[in-house]
């Protein structure tokens, strides 16, 4: 009895991790969608690509909750954190044929997450490097860090930072 419960469980975990997996590469292809976006400045695809990005991100939560409480199943009362290893060391126990592939499944997920994690930081190194650039040119074109500015007759005017107007897209 105990193994085929192990069986039923370690095929859940595997139909969970198999579908982690795939949300996690269409959010890999989310986030590079938008990173050329943010390149091209198609601010309108960003914003469409990024709602895309939280609904695949709260999918991923569900199927992770689903998965902790799985995995909590195997220990319902112990004091132990509930993980992966745990969840192996049932299997291996239980003497199921299926934990190879639960331990390959896992593997790839991790995999996917790292190069998620990747193209995150591409996405936020950039946005830094934008933000900091257009605070610069901004800081560069306001007169109040290079002193006073001058009338056409020669007297001093101090300007606000507020008075700089732009007329084109930066």
């Known amino acids: 009895m105990d193994r085929e419960r192990?069986?039923?469980?370690a095929g859940q975990v595997e139909a969970i991790l198999v579908a982690q997996i795939e949300l996690v590469g269409q959010v890999i292809q989310v986030q590079r969608s938008v990173y050329e976006s943010l390149r091209t400045r198609a601010w309108e695809h960003v914003e469409s690509f990024a709602s895309r990005a939280q609904a695949l991100s709260r999918e991923f939560l569900h199927l992770d909750k689903r998965c902790f409480l799985l995995?909590?199943?195997v220990r319902p009362y112990g004091d132990a954190p509930v993980d992966f290893d745990s969840?192996?060391?049932?299997?291996?126990r239980a003497d199921v044929n299926v934990h190879d592939a639960v331990v390959a499944l896992y593997r790839t997920l991790r995999s996917?997450?790292?190069?998620?994690?990747?193209?995150?930081?591409a996405i936020q190194h950039y946005l830094t490097h934008a933000r900091g650039l257009a605070q610069a040119l901004v800081s560069a074109l306001t007169c109040e860090q290079q002193g006073s500015s001058y009338t056409k007759d020669g007297c001093p005017v101090r300007c606000a930072p507020g008075s700089l107007v732009f007329d084109r897209v930066l």
């Open 112 to 121: 996917k997450v790292a190069s998620s994690k990747n193209e995150h930081d």
């Open 71 to 73: 995995l909590q199943e």
């Open 87 to 92: 969840f192996f060391a049932y299997l291996r």
């Open 6 to 9: 192990a069986l039923h469980r």
